[in-house]
């Protein structure tokens, strides 16, 4: 830059040329922000495959899986060989069976035996009953079948009325297979039937057949009974 002046103590102008001196370097400033993050470069090389590691322990056993489908049925194999003969069995013994039975009409009081006036095919002697009487006796142990129907009606007396039959073994009601016919009036008479299986331990015994519920008309009154 160029400067003209006139200087006080003459009367010339002068020329005076100013050249600029550089500075001393001032105080480095403070470090700028951060700027942003540059893209991401591209992906390098893959690496080679490192060494195979050990093997680890083995697992826990799983759970059993479901049962498969059955299988198709083999062969049927051949037939064995026929085994022997068992030995024989004892003789069978003679069958013993009693029939006894009434013909007329007759009543029977409540709590009263029946009476049977005739006696049926009969097989062997444990069992026997006399004609006209109400005991029928088992003379042998064992396991009989008994069994008794007749036509039953009521008496007389008050209706509504139940009519009840059973067996009756030395003196003790047989529960199982009682016989009942239930009235509203004397008349039709209707067909009553009794049956037990009876066990005879200490023979001889007495088997009676029981009416209960007041009284009633009985016929064609028939007992069966055989050892089983």
Not at 103 to 111: E, F, H, L, Q
Not at 150 to 165: I, R, Y
Not at 204 to 222: C, D, E, M, N, W
């Amino acid at each position: 830059m160029n400067f003209c002046r006139l200087p006080p103590c003459c009367g010339e102008f002068e020329r005076i040329i100013y050249r600029p001196v550089t500075g001393i370097t001032g105080a480095t400033g403070a470090t700028g922000a951060t700027g942003s993050t540059g893209p991401t470069g591209a992906t390098g090389v893959t690496g080679a495959t490192g060494a195979t590691g050990s093997t680890g322990a083995t697992g826990a056993t799983g759970a059993t899986g479901p049962a498969g489908a059955t299988g198709a049925t083999g062969t049927t194999g051949a037939t064995g060989v026929t085994g022997a003969t068992g030995a024989t069995g004892p003789a069978g013994g003679e069958a013993q069976a009693l029939t006894a039975y009434s013909v007329p009409s007759a009543p029977i009081a409540d709590g009263g035996a029946a009476v049977f006036d005739l006696n049926g095919t009969q097989a062997g002697g444990d069992l026997s009953h006399e004609a006209g009487g109400t005991d029928v006796t088992i003379s042998a142990a064992g396991i009989y079948y008994a069994q008794y129907s007749a036509f039953v009606a009521p008496a007389g007396g008050t209706l509504p009325v139940t009519n009840t039959v059973t067996f009756e073994l030395d003196g003790t009601t047989v529960n199982a297979g009682a016989g009942i016919a239930g009235f509203t009036a004397s008349t039709p008479a209707k067909q009553v039937v009794a049956a037990a299986i009876i066990e005879v331990t200490a023979p001889p015994s007495v088997l009676k057949v029981i009416s209960r519920g007041g009284t009633f008309i009985y016929s064609g009154a028939t007992i069966n009974i055989f050892r089983i």
